[in-house]
């Protein structure tokens, strides 16, 4: 990050594998939401570790759209997060 002038990683993704033909799996860690959040905080915490660098989560839920996804926006109730 350093040697390229980064100061924000937008990184880890930690979205789980819903679809076998979502073009991001690659990005996510495991099918467990338990283990990709502890390595996912590893991760942060590691890259935070040194002065002004950052580190965001990306497509933590529900973000599998990949047809028009540039112009989708996931609406989705606080009941239907929390189910």
């Known amino acids: 990050m350093k040697r390229l002038g980064v100061h924000l990683w937008l990184a880890p993704a930690m979205n789980i594998h819903r679809n076998p ?3 991001r799996n690659f990005e996510y860690f495991s099918e467990d939401p338990l ?3 502890k390595l996912a905080v590893g991760i942060i915490l590691g890259a935070q570790k040194h002065p002004g660098c950052g580190a965001t989560v990306k497509h933590f839920v529900c973000n599998n759209q990949e047809t028009n996804r540039f112009n989708s926006n996931s609406v989705v109730s ?3 997060m929390t189910s």
């Open 78 to 80: 606080e009941r239907a």
């Open 35 to 37: 283990i990709s959040g």
């Open 21 to 23: 033909l979502c073009g």
